[in-house]
């Protein structure tokens, strides 16, 4: 087809003028009609925006666990169990996802009673196109739940480092079902659904800022994956015999796609392609690089050399630091917040570990426990209504949020729903480690662990260099 | 019949290698192994927990040569795997009773 030359295209447009301006001089009842198609046609593309990037969303937190955290967790242990440790977080894609079709959505999200939500969504019965109002007013309401799944998936996925190179594989899936319906499903109703506890939004009695899982996702997993690496023991060996991570390339990797896919975690959660969710991730990138250094630094002080380990665990534990807070402060704070969860993770998972002489096999609690504490309770105090203005008084006026706003009380709410999670944690893993046991038992039989989960519960290696 | 073996740097595969092929040996085995003879290993850190390395990675080199040639050849060999510092390796000289060219059953130097 030939493109029409502008002088040919000129009296087109003439005249669809006036026939435009005709109609509306002649017929006045239209132009209401008009201004209405005008909306619907505007509100159609700023839900074409927001649903496009909360897709995409969705996507990078599933690259999260798909290659990111099974291979920054398969490069960290021995090469005779990085299959094993690959298929704890590849399996929780089948699993969890299984689980949130049936009924996790309805317990997290459904409108429930403060610690429940209801059943009204099992089966995803009502969940389709039509938007959400309550949690996302612009797309479609089945695009929020597969982004929820998402996080559903990576939560239990981050506790199998605490776990791993000594678990059945039948353990770990029961122990997942368990954990994702008594632990996970009520805490993220808790701070996300309505009606929740802690859901500063939607009618919650204690408002809690947590943006995108500081409490949810990064405390739960890493206080339960301290109550696994207490329950379950050390590693046979452990601290004597070297287990050096097998694979540090593999790791970085899997590292810098974690820190890639967190762009959805957190500016994802600002559930719209909106001005909040360039703060989010704007604080995102700059809590992950300040953290770097910080770990890194710490590290170089303490040991005399900065290492890649080092750096990529830095990353990670300012990223978990600055989700709850990636929606609420200054790229600033940001920085500083990521900066201290560097520092402290690092004298956590250093200090702290060797002090206490637990084998949390790679550092689910002194990363995501820790820094999802430092990071909860640091957005009580940089929260600020100059980023997210969503809370409004009853004359519109936003209201102060954190501490810098002149709201220091927001700090003792953080404080509260860190310690609801931290109860949760301990509480539910323990039961559910307890009835695990009893059931199929938690541990591999000694023999199993020695030579290896990859071929004792798999039949396969991960290396077949001579094939 | 002296049989060689090796132990070297791996970083000097190369020029051993190089060297060998110059003075006209061809046949050789390579294996990567790992061990320490007086040299102290390194320590590594990983996340703040302390490992002791001592068994460091080495090249073990395998040829076997007519005695004739011998001196020649571990003279090569050192020259070229030669750093001066510790844990440069060892050579070790093995008698060797025979050898057999499975293509076509030569024996002896002849095989080689």
Same mark, same amino acid.
């Given at each position: 087809?030939?493109? %029409?030359? %502008?002088?040919? &295209?000129?009296? &087109?447009?003439?005249?669809?003028?006036?026939?435009?301006?005709?109609?509306?001089?002649?017929?006045?009842?239209?132009?209401?009609? #008009?201004?209405?198609?005008?909306?619907?046609?505007?509100?159609?593309?700023?839900?074409?925006?927001?649903?496009?990037?909360?897709?995409?969303?969705?996507?990078?937190?599933?690259?999260?666990?798909?290659?990111? &955290?099974?291979?920054?967790?398969?490069?960290?242990?021995?090469?005779?169990?990085?299959?094993?440790?690959?298929?704890?977080?590849?399996?929780?894609?089948?699993? /969890?996802?299984?689980?949130?079709?049936?009924?996790?959505?309805?317990?997290?999200? $459904?409108?429930?009673?403060?610690?429940?939500?209801?059943?009204?969504?099992?089966?995803?019965? $009502?969940?389709?196109?039509?938007?959400?109002?309550?949690?996302?007013?612009?797309?479609?309401?089945?695009?929020?739940?597969?982004?929820? +799944?998402?996080?559903?998936?990576?939560? %239990?996925? +981050?506790?199998?480092?605490?776990?791993?190179? #000594?678990?059945?594989?039948?353990?770990?899936?029961?122990?997942?079902?368990? @954990?994702?319906?008594?632990?996970?499903?009520?805490?993220?109703?808790?701070?996300?659904?309505?009606?929740?506890?802690?859901?500063?939004?939607?009618?919650?009695?204690? %408002?809690?800022?947590?943006?995108?899982?500081?409490?949810?996702?990064?405390?739960?997993?890493?206080?339960?994956?301290?109550?696994?690496?207490?329950?379950?023991?050390? #590693?046979?060996?452990?601290?004597?015999?070297?287990?050096?991570?097998?694979?540090?390339?593999?790791?970085?990797?899997?590292?810098?796609?974690? !820190?890639?896919?967190?762009?959805?975690?957190?500016?994802?959660?600002?559930?719209?392609?909106?001005? +909040?969710?360039?703060?989010?991730?704007?604080?995102?990138?700059?809590?992950?690089?300040?953290?770097?250094?910080?770990?890194?630094?710490?590290? @170089?002080?303490?040991?005399?050399?900065?290492?890649?380990?080092?750096?990529?665990?830095?990353?990670?534990?300012?990223?978990?630091?600055?989700?709850?807070?990636? *929606?609420? /402060?200054?790229?600033?704070?940001?920085?500083?917040?990521?900066?201290?969860? $560097?520092?402290?993770?690092? @004298?956590?998972?250093?200090?702290?570990?060797?002090?206490?002489?637990?084998?949390?096999?790679?550092?689910?609690?002194?990363?995501?426990?820790?820094?999802?504490?430092?990071?909860?309770?640091?957005?009580?105090?940089?929260?600020?209504?100059?980023?997210?203005?969503?809370?409004?008084?009853?004359?519109?006026?936003?209201?102060?949020?954190? !501490?810098?706003? *002149?709201?220091?009380?927001?700090?003792?709410?953080?404080?509260?729903?860190?310690?609801?999670?931290?109860? &949760?944690?301990?509480?539910?893993?323990?039961?559910?480690?307890?009835? /695990?046991? +009893?059931?199929?038992?938690? #541990? /591999?039989?000694?023999?199993?662990?020695?030579? *290896?989960?990859?071929?004792?519960?798999?039949?396969?290696?991960?290396?077949?260099?001579?094939? | 019949?002296?049989?060689?073996?090796?132990?070297?740097?791996?970083?000097?595969?190369?020029?051993?290698?190089?060297?060998?092929?110059?003075?006209?040996?061809?046949?050789?085995?390579?294996?990567?192994?790992?061990?320490?003879?007086?040299?102290?290993?390194?320590?590594?850190?990983?996340?703040?927990?302390?490992?002791?390395?001592?068994?460091?990675?080495?090249?073990?080199?395998?040829?076997?040569?007519?005695?004739?040639?011998?001196?020649?050849?571990?003279?090569?060999?050192?020259?070229?795997?030669?750093?001066?510092?510790?844990?440069?390796?060892?050579?070790?000289?093995?008698?060797?009773?025979?050898?057999?060219?499975?293509?076509?059953?030569?024996?002896?130097?002849?095989?080689?």
């Amino acid at each position: 087809m030939t493109k %029409p030359s %502008p002088i040919h &295209l000129q009296p &087109l447009l003439w005249t669809l003028a006036l026939c435009g301006s005709a109609a509306f001089a002649q017929a006045p009842a239209s132009a209401e009609a #008009r201004l209405t198609a005008l909306e619907a046609a505007t509100k159609s593309a700023q839900s074409a925006g927001d649903n496009a990037w909360m897709l995409t969303s969705a996507a990078l937190v599933l690259l999260m666990t798909g290659p990111g &955290l099974a291979l920054f967790y398969g490069g960290l242990v021995r090469a005779k169990n990085v299959l094993s440790t690959m298929m704890h977080s590849f399996a929780l894609m089948g699993v /969890v996802t299984v689980l949130w079709a049936i009924y996790g959505y309805s317990i997290a999200f $459904g409108e429930g009673n403060a610690f429940f939500g209801g059943l009204q969504y099992l089966f995803l019965n $009502g969940v389709g196109s039509a938007p959400n109002a309550d949690y996302a007013a612009t797309i479609p309401h089945e695009t929020y739940m597969i982004y929820q +799944l998402m996080f559903a998936i990576i939560t %239990p996925a +981050l506790i199998s480092g605490a776990f791993a190179e #000594r678990m059945k594989f039948s353990a770990m899936l029961l122990f997942t079902c368990l @954990w994702s319906t008594i632990v996970y499903f009520p805490m993220a109703h808790m701070v996300w659904g309505k009606g929740g506890l802690l859901n500063a939004y939607l009618g919650g009695k204690i %408002p809690t800022f947590d943006f995108a899982g500081g409490t949810v996702v990064h405390i739960t997993s890493g206080v339960s994956a301290l109550v696994c690496a207490l329950y379950l023991g050390k #590693r046979v060996g452990f601290p004597k015999e070297p287990m050096k991570p097998h694979n540090l390339v593999l790791s970085v990797i899997g590292a810098c796609l974690l !820190w890639v896919g967190w762009f959805g975690f957190n500016a994802g959660s600002a559930v719209s392609a909106s001005g +909040l969710a360039t703060s989010a991730f704007v604080a995102t990138h700059f809590g992950a690089a300040a953290a770097a250094l910080g770990w890194m630094f710490a590290e @170089w002080v303490k040991h005399g050399k900065p290492s890649m380990l080092g750096g990529i665990s830095g990353c990670v534990a300012g990223l978990v630091a600055i989700t709850p807070a990636s *929606g609420f /402060v200054k790229p600033f704070p940001a920085l500083l917040i990521g900066f201290l969860a $560097g520092a402290f993770c690092f @004298w956590m998972v250093t200090t702290v570990k060797s002090k206490f002489k637990y084998d949390d096999t790679l550092d689910a609690f002194g990363v995501h426990g820790a820094g999802g504490t430092l990071g909860a309770l640091l957005t009580g105090v940089f929260a600020t209504s100059a980023i997210n203005d969503a809370l409004k008084d009853s004359s519109g006026k936003p209201l102060p949020l954190g !501490w810098v706003d *002149g709201h220091p009380g927001q700090v003792l709410n953080q404080a509260i729903a860190v310690a609801i999670s931290w109860v &949760l944690a301990i509480v539910g893993t323990l039961i559910i480690l307890k009835i /695990v046991d +009893l059931t199929v038992g938690v #541990r /591999v039989s000694q023999e199993e662990e020695v030579t *290896g989960l990859d071929i004792s519960l798999h039949g396969e290696e991960g290396y077949n260099l001579e094939s | 019949m002296k049989k060689i073996e090796a132990i070297i740097q791996p970083h000097k595969v190369d020029q051993v290698k190089e060297a060998l092929k110059n003075i006209g040996i061809d046949g050789l085995t390579i294996s990567e192994v790992r061990g320490h003879g007086r040299q102290k290993g390194h320590k590594e850190v990983y996340r703040g927990m302390e490992y002791d390395v001592d068994l460091l990675p080495k090249v073990k080199i395998e040829t076997v040569v007519p005695d004739a040639r011998l001196q020649e050849i571990t003279k090569a060999i050192a020259t070229a795997a030669r750093t001066g510092k510790i844990g440069d390796g060892k050579i070790f000289v093995f008698d060797v009773l025979d050898a057999i060219r499975i293509r076509n059953d030569d024996t002896g130097e002849m095989a080689l």
